[in-house]
């Protein structure tokens, strides 16, 4: 908790408002809309290598809280304060930090990946200053942030040559994906089976489970739209930059209006039960965004072909 004090007193009302907007860089919106901007209109390979390392570290992420249920820093000591602007979004059990891996994941994957120096170092500063927005804002400790930032390295690290070898064996990537799911199932199992002691707190168990449910979901869909990209679609990421923009914006538009408007239906459809509502929503958001949205790139291709002519 030094460090914590430290930086505490070391705030400003500048500093808050730019630690605030960083450490966003760090959550699922950020992960998601970078991987699909990548996965769509980059390389789908690279694609599948966020994707899967952001997949596993959530599995992990989720997996460690539970199992160690160790409180926010202002839950351990009552004295210390935290940037407000912070509270809403830091729910949940604190080790490990789910923002910190996100960030390391996401942008280090790049980095990992890319060939471009520039881009490299832009992506090794986001993720450091992500890392340390999480202390300065007061909601991780420095063992939260520095445990996340390892496992999602490793992630990185060990993933990555996986991958460029499972672009040439579709077998390696199958056995990937399956491993994801099967990952996946394990930790919803762990949440529903597991002898938790009387005292956890309900709502981080709730949380926990339905987490379980949408990784189940999440995971069977982009196994089956790798799958059906691979043998019916083919889907290609090239194209004119004013092609490329209409895929991004439409294409999340319609990604973010369809796993909202999905939600109450299939609540109702399976009878309030959330958990099961949420993986069957998970699954159709990501079957859409991995294969039913890139069916129309090679149409919308073609028009730009003829614009550009």
Same mark, same amino acid.
């Given at each position: 908790?030094?460090?914590?004090?430290l930086?505490e007193?070391?705030?400003t009302?500048?500093?808050?408002?730019l630690?605030?907007?960083?450490?966003?860089l760090?959550?699922?919106?950020?992960?998601?809309?970078?991987?699909?901007?990548i996965?769509w209109?980059?390389?789908?390979?690279e694609?599948?290598?966020?994707?899967?390392?952001?997949f596993?570290?959530?599995?992990?992420?989720?997996?460690?809280?539970?199992?160690?249920?160790?409180?926010r820093?202002?839950?351990?000591?009552?004295?210390?304060t935290i940037?407000e602007?912070?509270?809403?979004?830091?729910t949940?059990?604190?080790?490990?930090?789910?923002?910190?891996q996100n960030?390391?994941?996401?942008?280090?994957?790049i980095?990992?990946a890319t060939?471009?120096?520039?881009?490299?170092?832009?992506?090794?500063?986001?993720?450091?200053?992500?890392s340390f927005s999480?202390m300065?804002?007061?909601?991780?400790t420095?063992?939260?942030?520095?445990v996340s930032?390892v496992?999602?390295?490793v992630?990185?690290?060990?993933?990555?040559?996986?991958m460029?070898r499972?672009?040439r064996?579709? %077998?390696?990537m199958?056995g990937? #994906? @399956?491993s994801? !799911? *099967?990952?996946?199932? +394990?930790?919803?199992?762990?949440?529903l089976?597991y002898p938790?002691?009387?005292?956890?707190?309900?709502a981080?168990?709730a949380s926990?489970?339905?987490n379980?449910?949408?990784?189940?979901?999440?995971?069977?869909?982009?196994t089956?739209?790798w799958?059906?990209d691979?043998?019916?679609?083919h889907?290609?990421?090239k194209?004119?930059?004013?092609v490329q923009?209409?895929?991004?914006?439409?294409?999340?538009a319609?990604?973010v209006a369809?796993?909202?408007?999905?939600?109450?239906?299939l609540?109702?459809?399976?009878?309030?039960?959330?958990?099961?509502?949420g993986?069957? %929503?998970?699954?159709?958001?990501? #079957? @859409?965004?991995? !294969? *039913?949205w890139?069916? +129309?790139?090679?149409?919308?291709?073609r028009?730009g072909?003829r614009?550009?002519g």
């Open positions: 908790m030094k460090l914590l004090y930086l007193s070391l705030r009302p500048a500093g808050d408002w630690m605030s907007g960083i450490t966003h760090g959550g699922e919106t950020a992960f998601l809309a970078v991987a699909i901007f996965f209109c980059v390389d789908k390979h694609g599948y290598y966020l994707l899967t390392v952001g596993l570290g959530t599995v992990l992420n989720q997996f460690l809280k539970l199992l160690c249920r160790i409180p820093p202002w839950v351990l000591d009552p004295d210390f940037v602007s912070a509270r809403a979004e830091a949940g059990y604190s080790f490990p930090s789910g923002h910190t960030a390391v994941g996401t942008f280090g994957g980095a990992r060939k471009r120096h520039c881009l490299r170092w832009v992506c090794v500063v986001i993720f450091v200053l992500v999480r300065y804002l007061g909601v991780h420095p063992l939260d942030v520095g930032f496992i999602a390295a992630l990185v690290f060990a993933i990555y040559p996986l460029r499972a672009d064996y579709p %077998r390696l199958a990937l #994906l @399956a994801m !799911v *099967l990952l996946s199932a +394990a930790y919803l199992t762990f949440t089976v938790f002691p009387p005292d956890i707190d309900s981080n168990l926990g489970v339905e379980g449910w949408k990784l189940l979901g999440a995971t069977l869909g982009i089956l739209a799958w059906l691979r043998q019916y679609v889907f290609e990421t194209a004119v930059w004013w923009a209409i895929k991004f914006i439409v294409g999340l319609l990604v369809l796993k909202a408007g999905l939600k109450a239906p609540i109702a459809l399976f009878s309030g039960s959330a958990g099961l509502a993986a069957v %929503r998970y699954f159709l958001v990501v #079957l @859409a965004a991995g !294969v *039913l890139p069916m +129309a790139f090679r149409p919308l291709s028009l072909q614009g550009e």
